[in-house]
């Protein structure tokens, strides 16, 4: 991604909510018995978030370090978890708020 840890954690937030959208419409339109491929598709999805958050969250920190930037790489990798944390934790807040469930 980018050497901002503010805009990979918003990334990856971003891709939680277009994941979780696109999966409620698909819930809301499929048919009321679940057969073979609903199985398939719960673990695409999930193989699938595994790697664009593996991108998302690695792949600028392994190219630093590869480079011998291993301090940079290890910073950007613990900034940007952490600022993920902070968005999940107002996550948190708003579910138990009751205000967006």
Known sequence: MTKNPFVNALGASG????VVGVM???MSRSPKEDGFLAPVLGISM???SAAVMGYIFGAQPLTLFISGKKKEAINLFLKTVLIFAVCTLVIIILVLSGQFV
Request: net charge neutral; aromatic share 30%.
């Open 15 to 18: 891709y939680i909510f277009l």
């Open 24 to 26: 409620t419409l698909l």
């Open 46 to 48: 999930f193989t699938l």
